[in-house]
């Protein structure tokens, strides 16, 4: 994430122990969302003049047009800061002109001790302006900050109605503990553990949706071949921030790896960004933000957008992507809240590190796939199912997966490929599916 200085590095393969269901599902809970739609942000606004040295000012409505065009719904200030600032007002005014949200990056933590009516004199009414989505206020703090972001929180939210954006730490194994020059989950997260870390933010910001960054894509060119991974930790990582978002009546919000973050990682293309997508929505998320849109000036490798101001392939992939799950995003948030679960199916290291995965489910007679696959488990407020299938193959590699998967009284299903819907009637229940890498197909059963 930004400026941040804790890094995920790992390898993967993946694989599958499953688990009795009873442990994984919840109870049916109240449903809960703000969006009528997939949610698609990003980090770094358009920069201002001079902000890599010579620059012009890329503040202007046509480059908020372009973000609007690549299916981005709000953006998240970097270079321009203050509530106050010429910069952000521009900024403000262009993104309502392109009919999107924007985000204001300030210190905004200082006023933890302010009264509401301090915080409303300091935002002034930039906040209240129609292109606003809120304020931006700390990226991955450890647990023993939250007791000043919750006062903050409870200050912030009598002042006004805008999203206060808090984005949290990835979870780090204990492996890779002697990176960070930390021996125990105490020194990294203030916490005994990464759920534990979770679950206190939980309890004392009393935030409506939990962020979280992660980074899963690898790649090592040393040799002959590229040899193409993905973090091992990543699933868990979303099964954490999943369970916690429903026992407490969160929304779940994802970061998503919008560069080559690293030296070790590989530069995503539209495969990779579907199922890190896919994958994540299989978990319930339905908010996504890129890191990063425009390259930040401490930042090496290119983003969305490069240090001239360019579009790159990233760019083109992460709109493909951004289309395709807006076009049925106003389906899936009525059936986010309901999540049950998430299915493996196969076997590799990373199913190996889920805690309560779905071994089975009423509505699924079996599942069977060429590859390993995931089957994300959702109801919505009528208790009618839905699923989301994902092909779990290393997404570089560009292999494609057959499902069948056989439903308990269903004639056909509804299905958004691509973002289409199509309706394919199934032959003794049973419906087939050939996913591509990295693909994901939301399916919705029928009588």
Not at 158 to 167: E, F, H, Q, R, S
Not at 361 to 376: C, H, Q, R, T
Not at 396 to 419: E, F, M, P, Q, R
Request: hydrophobic fraction near 35%; charge should be negative; charged fraction near 20%.
């Amino acid at each position: 994430m930004i400026l941040s200085t804790v890094f995920l590095f790992g390898a993967v393969g993946c694989g599958g122990s499953q688990k009795d269901d009873s442990k994984g599902a919840t109870s049916q809970p109240a449903f809960w969302t703000s969006a009528e739609n997939i949610r698609i942000g990003g980090f770094v606004a358009p920069v201002p003049a001079n902000y890599y040295g010579d620059n012009e000012s890329y503040i202007t409505v046509e480059r908020y047009q372009e973000l609007k065009n690549a299916g981005f719904d709000f953006i998240v200030g970097h270079a321009e800061t203050g509530f106050k600032s010429a910069d952000v007002l521009q900024a403000l005014e262009c993104a309502k002109e392109a009919g999107i949200q924007y985000v204001v990056n300030a210190d905004i933590l200082v006023f933890a001790n302010s009264t509401p009516e301090r915080i409303q004199e300091a935002i002034g009414s930039t906040l209240e302006q129609e292109g606003c989505f809120g304020a931006f206020a700390v990226d991955e703090p450890q647990a023993s900050r939250y007791a000043t972001i919750a006062k903050l929180w409870e200050k912030y939210r009598l002042a006004t109605d805008k999203k206060l954006l808090i984005n949290l730490l990835p979870y780090i194994v204990e492996e890779d503990f002697p990176m960070y020059n930390a021996t125990t989950y105490e020194e990294l997260y203030s916490a005994p553990s990464y759920e534990a870390y979770i679950e206190y933010y939980c309890q004392q910001v009393k935030n409506d949706f939990i962020s979280v960054d992660i980074y899963p894509f690898y790649e090592d060119t040393s040799g002959v071949l590229p040899v193409y991974t993905l973090y091992e930790p990543w699933l868990r990582n979303l099964e954490i921030v999943e369970n916690l978002a429903i026992k407490y009546g969160r929304e779940h919000w994802q970061c998503v790896q919008g560069q080559k973050v690293h030296g070790f990682s590989k530069e995503p293309d539209y495969n990779d960004i579907r199922m890190q997508v896919y994958t994540s929505m299989a978990y319930g998320a339905q908010t996504f933000q890129y890191y990063c849109y425009f390259t930040p000036r401490e930042v090496e490798r290119p983003c969305l957008i490069d240090k001239n101001g360019n579009r790159t392939a990233i760019y083109d992939a992460a709109k493909r992507v951004n289309d395709e799950i807006h076009a049925f995003g106003d389906v899936f948030v009525d059936y986010v809240s309901g999540w049950k679960g998430v299915m493996p199916i196969g076997q590799c290291a990373a199913f190996d590190m889920l805690e309560t995965p779905l071994q089975s489910y009423k509505g699924i007679e079996s599942v069977k796939a060429a590859d390993n696959a995931l089957l994300g488990v959702f109801n919505d407020r009528d208790g009618n199912d839905a699923y989301m299938l994902t092909n779990f193959t290393v997404p570089g590699y560009g292999l494609d997966n057959s499902v069948s998967l056989k439903l308990k009284d269903t004639s056909s299903a509804v299905c958004y490929i691509g973002g289409q819907k199509q309706v394919i009637a199934l032959e003794d229940g049973e419906l087939k599916l050939t996913l591509g890498p990295g693909e994901g197909i939301f399916i919705i059963p029928q009588k």
